[in-house]
């Protein structure tokens, strides 16, 4: 993982908020990807924050949206916001939104 990557975690009632931090590579995609697996369940939506985020290395971004279908049994609505939101979110997905 990218020394200087977190993921700050706030739940409201049927929101998570995920704000990533630092620079997001293969090991803090893998990272963002666990707490998604294990935090989504039951949720109306989860917002992946990336204004906070210094870099998005392509192997990152690939690793995050090459490994999406570990998601597959859930179907939370995810919304990207932010600078990086376009390089995350994964295209062609009814469940994905992005904003500004």
Known sequence: MAP????????????LHLKLLGDFD???AHQLLNVLKSDANGLAR?????DCLRN??????????NNLDILKRQ?????????YASQLAPGNNALVSILP
């Open 4 to 15: 200087n990557f977190r993921i700050a975690v706030h739940r409201n009632s049927q929101s």
């Open 26 to 28: 293969g090991s803090s």
């Open 46 to 50: 989860v917002f992946v924050h990336t």
């Open 56 to 65: 998005v290395h392509p192997f990152g971004q690939d690793v995050f949206q």
């Open 75 to 83: 179907t939370v609505p995810l919304v990207f916001t932010g600078e």
